[in-house]
């Protein structure tokens, strides 16, 4: 039987990577697949200022190696991401780290479910700029970064801020239009990390039984009250 593919999409610092693996864990294991680990140079949107200008348009972003290796995914078949350091194997839940969800058409027809993580953009850029902060390899750390990381992280936030206060704003903000657009499910970034998985597999136990039968499932732990 083939895999059920959920995309998982939102903007930059809306958590998408963490609820992945929350979920994985919750439901007993499940392929992770990253979006970031397909981009390269020469895949992105290039100028991003006429990227916007024309509206964002998601299929702009070409990953097709991401199709093919999702399509392998689902046949069960093993894949290795150009971004990873080991391969991928199948399973029946593969959840997709996709921030245009449905919207690019040649992901669209491989993707089962798409949920949407929605999240107001100034607590995102909070969140990115923390997760780059918190990132600090320690004193002893043998990385020869270590010993300039405060320098280069300062470099790094002043360049995000700049972006963000540029064309990069207005790129989140289309990007994210599109995928809330075609989501199955809208799941708000604001809650509790516990409360949006158990909204997520929900909507997986909701598809058809052909599709989702399969999918190992270990119960929740919640407190009822």
Known sequence: ???IVVAV???SGAG?????RHLAELQGGAALMHFDDYIELGTDA???RQWVAAGAPADAIQTPRLADDLAALRSNRAVHPPGRSAPVAPAGLILLEEPFGRARSAIAPLIDLALHLELPPDIALARR???RARAYPG???????????????????VAQFQAYLGPQRQAYR???????ALADVILDGLQ????????????IASLPDSRSQHVTKKPENEEKP
Request: no cysteine.
């Open 1 to 3: 039987m083939m895999g």
């Open 9 to 11: 999409s939102g903007t």
């Open 16 to 20: 998408k990577s963490t609820l992945m």
């Open 46 to 48: 290039g100028d991003i």
């Open 129 to 131: 700029s923390l997760r």
């Open 139 to 157: 004193p002893d750390s043998p990385d020869p970064i270590a010993a300039n990381w405060h320098a280069e992280t300062l470099e790094d936030l």
């Open 174 to 180: 289309l990007a994210e239009a599109q995928a809330k």
């Open 192 to 203: 509790p990390l516990p409360d949006l998985a158990a909204q997520a597999q929900r909507a």
